[in-house]
């Protein structure tokens, strides 16, 4: 494949739990991060947690801190977004994408910023609502 596909989403009542995945077959991974960005109707993507494949350093954005937790699978093709008390304003089509210049920064951490990422995917949507 030549992006990432994303899966997982779909309706939560408020305080439910989600996990999407994001499906990285075919893409050799080890020189990457990979981020999980979302956006809403009306609003610009925004980057809500990053992981480097070769560190395990994870960044998450102030607004998901302590909600969301990223994780690599153990086949290595697939990594996680857990999303914890989810709320209406998380409701949004979520994307994961890789970061192809992470093994070029200095330091070596992950970015949220779209701009810096590749091979995204067609999305899956999440939608709180009670």
């Known amino acids: 494949q030549s992006q990432f596909v994303e899966s997982g989403g779909g309706p939560v009542q408020p305080g439910g739990s989600l996990r999407l995945t994001c499906d990285t077959s075919?893409?050799?991974?080890?020189?990457?991060?990979i981020g999980w960005f979302r956006q809403a109707p009306g609003k610009e993507r925004e980057g809500v947690s990053c992981l480097g494949i070769n560190t395990g350093g994870t960044t998450y954005a102030d607004s998901v801190a302590g909600r969301f937790t990223m994780s690599r699978g153990a086949s290595g093709d697939k990594v996680y977004l857990q999303i914890n008390n989810l709320q209406p304003e998380d409701t949004a089509a979520y994307f994961c994408?890789?970061?192809?210049?992470?093994?070029?920064?200095?330091?070596?951490?992950?970015?949220?910023?779209?701009?810096?990422?590749?091979?995204w995917g067609q999305g899956t949507q999440v939608t709180v609502s009670s």
């Open positions: 994408a890789a970061d192809p210049a992470f093994s070029s920064r200095l330091p070596r951490l992950c970015v949220l910023s779209p701009d810096e990422y590749d091979y």
């Open positions: 075919g893409f050799f991974l080890n020189h990457l991060a």
